[in-house]
């Protein structure tokens, strides 16, 4: 009876999936340069807003984070220009174009089978009495869609402290998911939820994949730790029978007195 030839899997690690103009640096601004309410640059900020919001993209200056004079970087974001949520339901909405940042062709992202997705981006809560106002932050949600499915969302009323930037993240397993999902277009979606007239500031947007072992591989992973184990086991004077009869296999065709090989269960 041979169980594998096998040794532990080393998980993969995660690969990076574009996000265009991830740090909202495209269209540059001069310092205390805003954009609103115009779509532009990959991000679209209007065709999930509500009237009446402010959206889009601002170069801040030293009176909104201490660091930003210039082209400074806030403490915490990436580079000089963050984007803004400004009132609730200001949104901003990207569906993930791939390498060639056009949309709606093979390289465009989509849910894949068996992978592990974690959105990650920097959130910034301004300066009291910067020179856009004195607004609280209120409540950013984080969003990652498939189609028009959420997949995953966090929405956390808790700002990092004026003056600065915090990763926050959120991450789903697709195979958790209805698979009538993979092949569908991803989304990321950031709003302001709650508080009237609150600010959010966003940057550095970063989505990684991470392949996760299929079942297979985790039996496999598993009868390798086995074999790892009843090795040990038989260094310690038992034989791979003994060792076979304290775990959850079924033992056949095994003789009380046969012995392991390297790297195998053969009885
Ligand atoms: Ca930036
Ligand atoms: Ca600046
Ligand atoms: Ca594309």
Known sequence: MIIAAVLPLAPTHGAPVVVSNHSFEFGQLPDGGVQNNTNGFVWDYNSQSTAGTLRGFYNPTAGHYASAGGA???????????????KTGATAFQTLSGADAILGNADDPVLTAGTQYTLTLAVGNRLAGNPSGNFPFGTLAITLLAGSTVIAEDATSTGPAPGQFVDRSISV????????????????RFRQMAVADSVADIDNVRLYATAV?????????SAGALVLGMCRRRRMGQTAYQALQQTNFIVTNCAPGSTLRANEVRC
């Open 213 to 221: 072992p299929e079942p297979s591989s985790v039996m496999l992973w």
């Open 72 to 86: 400074g970087t806030p403490s915490g974001a990436d580079e000089d220009q963050v984007g803004f949520l400004f």
């Open 173 to 188: 397993d697709s195979s958790t998911l209805s698979s009538a999902l993979y092949g569908q277009p991803l989304s990321l």
